[in-house]
């Protein structure tokens, strides 16, 4: 089956400093990649996602691409906000079963 | 549009009580999921329906938990009794079918938070 490992947290930052969270994955085939967050007091959200290799995903100023010669699927953003503060798992589905990462809190400060 | 409703947000009882999640899913998703997400850990799917069918619960530990769909809309996990590694958030989670292989997004709700004293 599917395995999913992305970076341990907490990871603090300041404020308009680079964000990158590290995601690599195992699976069968081809499988499509996601970014979930989660905000303090919310469900998970789709942040972005990747169905193909060399695909970029991208939304709210988040970006990751598909590589498939690494297995990896890194989040990056160039200048973080406090608002941006959450948990944010990696995600791998194949033939309809997603697997999560453990998670990465991001703490950003003022 | 309503998202995926969860009932209660939180529960606490003792170890050896049984305990119920509800789930309303979005209107129209065919596919819902129960996960359970320990503290630390990312969600583990425990069982997944399809309208009133499970597809998946491989990962469902049946001796304890148990989970329905009867007419698939709504859905009801149910956890009897319960141990203490059974703290977790439980979350549910909607989806219209996979037209194709691998192009689902869940859309989750906000968890059940068990505590097992």
């Known amino acids: 089956g599917n395995s999913v490992t992305q970076m341990e947290g907490p990871v603090t930052l300041s404020e308009e400093a680079f964000l990158t969270i590290n995601c690599t994955y195992t699976?069968?085939?081809?499988?499509?990649l996601f970014w979930y967050v989660q905000y303090p007091g919310e469900g998970l959200q789709l942040l972005l996602k990747?169905?193909?290799?060399?695909d970029k995903g991208s939304n709210k100023g988040f970006e990751a691409t598909y590589r498939k010669e690494t297995t990896s699927f890194h989040l990056e953003k160039g200048s973080v906000q406090v608002s941006d503060s959450a948990v944010y798992f990696c995600?791998?589905?194949?033939?309809?079963?997603?697997?999560f990462g453990a998670g990465t809190q991001v703490v950003v400060t003022p | 549009e309503a998202g995926v409703a969860q009932s209660p947000r939180y529960k606490i009882i003792e170890k050896r009580q049984s305990v119920a999640f509800w789930c309303n899913p979005i209107?129209?998703?065919?596919?819902l999921y129960w996960y359970q997400q320990i503290l630390g850990q990312g969600p583990k799917l425990l069982i997944q329906?399809?309208?009133?069918?499970?597809?998946?619960d491989s990962q469902l530990p049946k001796d304890r938990f148990s989970a329905e769909r009867l007419k698939g809309v709504d859905s009801t996990l149910k956890i009897q009794p319960a141990k203490l590694e059974d703290s977790a958030v439980y979350l549910c989670?909607?989806?219209?079918?996979?037209?194709?292989?691998?192009?689902?997004?869940?859309?989750f709700g906000e968890g059940s938070r068990l505590t097992v004293l």
């Open positions: 989670a909607s989806s219209f079918p996979h037209l194709e292989m691998n192009t689902g997004e869940l859309f």
């Open positions: 699976a069968t085939g081809y499988p499509s």
């Open positions: 990747a169905t193909k290799a060399d």
């Open positions: 995600a791998a589905d194949s033939w309809g079963k997603l697997q």
């Open positions: 209107s129209g998703h065919a596919t």
């Open positions: 329906f399809q309208n009133n069918g499970v597809v998946d």
